[in-house]
Antibody, heavy 117, light 107 residues
Framework: QLHLHESGPGLVKPSETLSLICNVS??????????WGWIRQSPGKGLEWIGS???????YYNPALRSRVTISLDTSKNDFSLKVRSLSAADTAFYYC?????????WGQGTLVTVSS | DIQMTQSPSSVSASVGDRVTITCRAS??????LAWYQQKPGKAPMLLIY???TLQNGVPSRFSGSGSGTDFTLTISSLQPEDFATYYC?????????FGRGTKVEIK
């Protein structure tokens, strides 16, 4: 059974960079069948796909966020990460990591990130 | 981006009722559509993928249909644990996009 768990700061200041990690257990993130993604949810914008990364490190980003987002793998720790730069209040949301490329069968429990000074 | 439009935005129903939720894509997505259920404070849970394939462990009262631009999620006999918000998501192209959700409430 695959298990995903997000970790990171709950409060970040405007203009700063958010760093979140998703730790994966139950499978290797570099297994050739695995793709990983980040999705966020805010009351105003609903569910928003941020981007995905393949087992080999190929990335796919939402064009609306591409200039501010980086997703990467750390195979030594079996986790993957999300960085979002130049934060504003509009980035306040629950952030979820998930497994999949076309649809998302396994999700982390989510972490609330609030952007505020 | 492909826009996903769900209707209704909310529905009031009783236990045992048949509930139908629709999702329309702004362009042809073949059967590249998934449905999720989300309960308060929880992550979304995958119910159906490729428009009509039931995810392992999902009760058979859930079913999905459609292709092209018009899709339907049906709950044949609503159970107490089914009161939740349901989302569709297209998997035809990047960026992946979701509908705004349909909240199934107790009548």
């Amino acid at each position: 059974q695959l298990h995903l768990h997000e970790s990171g700061p709950g409060l970040v200041k405007p203009s700063e960079t958010l760093s979140l990690i998703c730790n994966v257990s139950g499978d290797s993130i570099s297994d050739t069948t695995n793709y990983w993604g980040w999705i966020r949810q805010s009351p105003g914008k609903g569910l928003e796909w941020i981007g995905s990364i393949s087992y080999s490190g190929n990335t796919y980003y939402n064009p609306a966020l591409r200039s501010r987002v980086t997703i990467s793998l750390d195979t030594s720790k079996n986790d993957f990460s999300l960085k979002v730069r130049s934060l504003s209040a509009a980035d306040t949301a629950f952030y979820y990591c998930a497994n999949g490329l076309y649809n998302y069968g396994y999700w982390g429990q989510g972490t609330l990130v609030t952007v505020s000074s | 981006d492909i826009q996903m439009t769900q209707s209704p935005s909310s529905v009031s129903a009783s236990v045992g009722d048949r509930v139908t939720i629709t999702c329309r894509a702004s362009q042809d997505i073949s059967t590249w559509l998934a449905w999720y259920q989300q309960k308060p404070g929880k992550a979304p849970m995958l119910l159906i993928y490729t428009a009509s394939t039931l995810q392992n462990g999902v009760p058979s009262r859930f079913s999905g249909s459609g292709s092209g631009t018009d899709f339907t999620l049906t709950i044949s006999s609503l159970q107490p644990e089914d009161f939740a918000t349901y989302y569709c998501q297209q998997a035809s192209s990047f960026p992946r996009t979701f509908g705004r959700g349909t909240k199934v409430e107790i009548k």
